[in-house]
């Protein structure tokens, strides 16, 4: 969840300065507090600088240097304040260490350490880190060897970054949390994303679980921690561009993203066809589909559960913090597809190993590349989004969706007009989202704004579209908004409505039309305010957002409201639309 950071052998002797920078594009990673540490150019002990708040417009002062590391924190363990802000100091003040994870078994390393008199500063178990590497250089071990040893000692998923006052190094380890490496011409690079060194290199190493790295002024060296051999590192170049994780005009990243959907949407046709193929097969052989992620994510599984309905496929859903008790069912003939943006996610890589330890052929249906979940799979499908800058998820979700559409479509032969119905899909949705039809979102943003209550019905496909409608209203405004099946609404649900309630309903032109307007008129006799969501009017409707006709595939527009609608409502109300409250990008402890 939290951001690393860190540089070797600055050219600009701005150490600091190069790792603020970087900070600044992984603050979607975390934004509690932030921290740097920098062996100074004149010499003398690691001097670090760290505060409490937001990244945006932070600056520093400390002096000249080469190398530094840095952190931006999303608080586990400790309070948010300047002392359990990384980076952390052993008691020698030689070491400097930050890290991404949750050391499970730190409460029972600190009092060893205490028992060795050393003295904790923080609440945090990142301290701990420190200290216990500390006390293994007491025995005359190198820097890397001490690290290994105490990372091996660390139970749950970590990654750390070892700033040595001594050798002048930065020492970094993974297991479970997300790591790279920068490989620039003179300079080296740490980060936990390859967005906080893409203006610096394209040449890239991804860190595996169990390696370990050493970064110099000579180069990197790669490692196996448990073995500590030394290995060979081979790097790869990535695709992505400067301007990806730029806003490019936009005022957040989160509309820039929105409005991408317009052009990744139609890259996702043209990508994986081969692999989805050779999936749809398995299918039609008798492969059983579970699908499973967290979030957005299970919002996107519950979608495509009806997407493969639709194609005569039998298929479960699952959110991954529920699939465990479900686990035993998975076996060889079970295709296990987990969904995620990051591939980091950690409720999602312990239901997809328990799905693989049974037997299950593992599909990872991933945006962000290299990941552990890739690493876990038996077969990667990319979509392709591009980074996404901003928490909220809006371009990886359309763009697995629209991935998912095309699987449950080849099954039954159709992989070729699937693709021509999602290119069509983005040329359609460029031609809707105009500045007109955004502004008409967001007069009636300036009409909801001061509510705090809104509900969402919708049915069939409609229905998890109206969950993530739900939860981008949630995730960027702040309001509470619940979505519900419409004919769930007898069942208890009508009891919330009262008079002015603001009341979505989202609508296809399909056989579920009349029963959802239906459910519409019960919500307005009870007062509510219906805002119609939906490519017709009707009089139901006291407002109406109109979105493209597109048959199955309308929920991508109604969608796209939501995102939307959440954005100028979050804007409205004076939140930070890339960076919600509580929420980090990457939700890498379970």
Same mark, same amino acid.
């Given at each position: 969840?939290c951001?690393i950071?860190?540089i070797?052998?600055d ?34 002990r690691?001097?670090?600088?760290k505060h ?8 520093t ?7 530094a ?7 586990t363990?400790?309070?948010v304040t300047?002392?359990n ?6 008691c ?5 260490v ?16 205490k028992?060795?008199?050393h003295?904790?500063?923080s609440e945090t ?20 060897h ?9 139970v ?9 006052l001594?050798a002048?190094?930065?020492v970094?380890c993974?297991?479970g949390?997300?790591?790279a490496?920068g490989i ?10 390859v967005t906080a060194?893409l ?10 679980d ?6 110099t002024v000579n ?5 196996d921690i ?15 561009k ?11 990243f989160?509309?820039?993203e ?12 043209r990508?994986n066809?081969t692999?989805?193929?050779? %999936? !749809? ?5 008798g492969?059983? &589909? +579970?699908?499973?992620?967290?979030? $957005? /994510?299970?919002?996107?599984? =519950? ?35 987990a ?8 409720d999602?890589?312990i ?13 990872a249906v991933?945006?962000a ?8 799979s038996?077969?990667? %499908? !990319? ?7 901003? &928490? +909220?998820?809006?371009?990886?979700? $359309? /763009?697995?969706?629209?991935t =998912?559409?095309?699987?449950?479509r080849?099954v039954?032969?159709?992989y070729?007009?699937?693709q ?6 983005g ?9 007109k039809n ?11 704004i ?8 919708g049915?069939h ?7 993530e409608?739900?939860l981008?209203?949630?995730e ?8 519900f ?7 208890? &649900?009508i009891t ?8 979505f309903a989202l609508?296809?032109n399909?056989?579920?039309r009349?029963e ?7 919500l ?9 969501i ?5 009089p139901e ?7 493209p ?5 309308t929920?991508?527009?109604n ?24 929420l980090?990008?990457?939700?890498t402890?379970?």
């Amino acid at each position: 969840m939290c951001g690393i950071f860190g540089i070797v052998n600055d050219g600009t002797s701005q150490a600091a300065q190069t790792v603020l920078d970087g900070l600044k594009k992984l603050e979607y990673r975390g934004y509690d507090s932030w921290g740097i540490a920098i062996i100074p150019k004149s010499g003398g002990r690691i001097r670090i600088e760290k505060h409490v708040g937001k990244i945006g417009s932070a600056k520093t002062t400390l002096p000249d240097s080469t190398i530094a590391i840095g952190h931006t924190r999303w608080a586990t363990h400790g309070g948010v304040t300047d002392i359990n802000a990384h980076p952390h100091l052993d008691c020698s003040g030689q070491i400097a260490v930050i890290h991404n994870g949750i050391v499970e078994n730190y409460q029972d390393l600190k009092e060893e350490l205490k028992r060795e008199k050393h003295t904790f500063h923080s609440e945090t178990d990142t301290e701990v880190i420190a200290h216990a590497i500390e006390e293994e250089l007491k025995t005359g071990r190198s820097i890397n060897h001490a690290v290994f040893s105490v990372f091996n000692t660390l139970v749950g998923s970590n990654a750390i970054g070892v700033l040595d006052l001594h050798a002048g190094s930065i020492v970094i380890c993974r297991n479970g949390s997300p790591l790279a490496i920068g490989i620039g011409s003179n300079s080296y690079y740490l980060g936990s994303d390859v967005t906080a060194f893409l203006k610096f290199t394209r040449r890239v190493y991804f860190l595996a679980d169990g390696e370990a790295a050493v970064l110099t002024v000579n180069g990197v060296k790669l490692y196996d921690i448990s073995s500590q051999a030394e290995k060979k590192l081979v790097t790869h170049t990535v695709d992505w561009k400067v301007e990806d994780v730029q806003k490019g005009g936009y005022p957040h990243f989160l509309l820039k993203e929105i409005i991408e959907q317009t052009a990744t949407i139609k890259k996702t046709a043209r990508l994986n066809e081969t692999e989805l193929k050779q %999936i !749809a097969k398995k299918i039609a052989d008798g492969g059983r &589909v +579970v699908l499973c992620g967290c979030g $957005t /994510a299970f919002y996107c599984a =519950l979608a495509a559960k009806y997407y493969f309905s639709l194609a005569g496929i039998e298929a479960q859903a699952y959110g991954a913090y529920e699939f465990l008790p479900f686990a035993k069912f998975a076996d060889k003939k079970t295709l296990f597809i987990a969904i995620s943006q990051s591939g980091e996610t950690a409720d999602t890589l312990i239901a997809a190993k328990a799905a693989k330890k049974n037997g299950a052929h593992l599909i990872a249906v991933v945006n962000a590349r290299a990941s552990t979940l890739e690493r876990l799979s038996d077969t990667i %499908i !990319a979509v392709g989004a591009g980074p996404e800058i901003a &928490v +909220v998820s809006t371009k990886a979700f $359309t /763009a697995q969706l629209a991935t =998912l559409y095309l699987l449950s479509r080849a099954v039954g032969g159709k992989y070729k007009e699937a693709q021509k119905a999602m290119t069509n899909l983005g040329a359609v949705l460029e031609k809707w989202l105009t500045p007109k039809n955004r502004t008409a979102i967001l007069n009636l943003a300036k009409k909801l704004i001061d509510y705090e209550d809104m509900y969402l019905i919708g049915k069939h496909l409609n229905f998890p579209a109206a969950m993530e409608f739900a939860l981008k209203i949630k995730e960027t405004s702040y309001i509470h908004a619940e979505a519900f099946a419409s004919g769930e609404l007898k069942h208890g &649900v009508i009891t919330l409505i009262q008079k002015g309630t603001p009341c979505f309903a989202l609508f296809a032109n399909d056989e579920t039309r009349q029963e959802v307007l239906s459910s519409a008129t019960e919500l307005k006799a009870r007062g509510a305010t219906i805002i119609g969501i939906s490519p017709f009017a009707a009089p139901e409707f006291n407002y109406h957002i109109q979105t493209p006709e597109l048959g199955d595939l309308t929920i991508f527009g109604n969608i796209i409201v939501g995102q939307l609608l959440g954005y100028y409502l979050g804007i409205g109300r004076g939140t930070d639309p890339d960076k919600p409250r509580n929420l980090a990008k990457s939700v890498t402890v379970k």
